[in-house]
């Protein structure tokens, strides 16, 4: 059976110019326009790159976890984590956007009794993230971004 995420598989060539727009957008407007309708909120996480030290900007679902907020490395349930995972593991210290309000924030990833709690609100916030989990062997993460 062909479904979205079979659509999503062969869009990944362009899903990297249209998420940078996104940014883009989603940064200009200070999040007035930039959330997608029927979808959870977005956040702009900010990040460098772990060799090259280059600033990169990701769009990504997020969810509120008391004063932290979860964000979750799924890319779409692929076998590799996506590449600004590992650009926090080198950079923790970051920030994030939401509307217009700009929040630095600490990385860090759940251990895994607090990774197991968490996840179960995660997928119940976003579905989708529980059939990405179904698609790959790897176990994916859960990140918390603790408000500095």
Partial sequence: M???????????????????????LYRATNGRIGEIPGLPPLLLLDHAGARSGKQRTTPLVYMDHGDDLIVIPSKGGYERNPGWLHNLRANPETTVQIGSERIPVSAREAGEEERSRIWRKAVDHNPVWGRYQERTSRRIPVVILERR
């Fill in 2 to 24: 062909f479904g979205p995420l079979d659509v999503a598989d062969r869009m990944w060539p362009v899903l990297g110019p249209l998420m940078r727009a996104h940014a883009r």
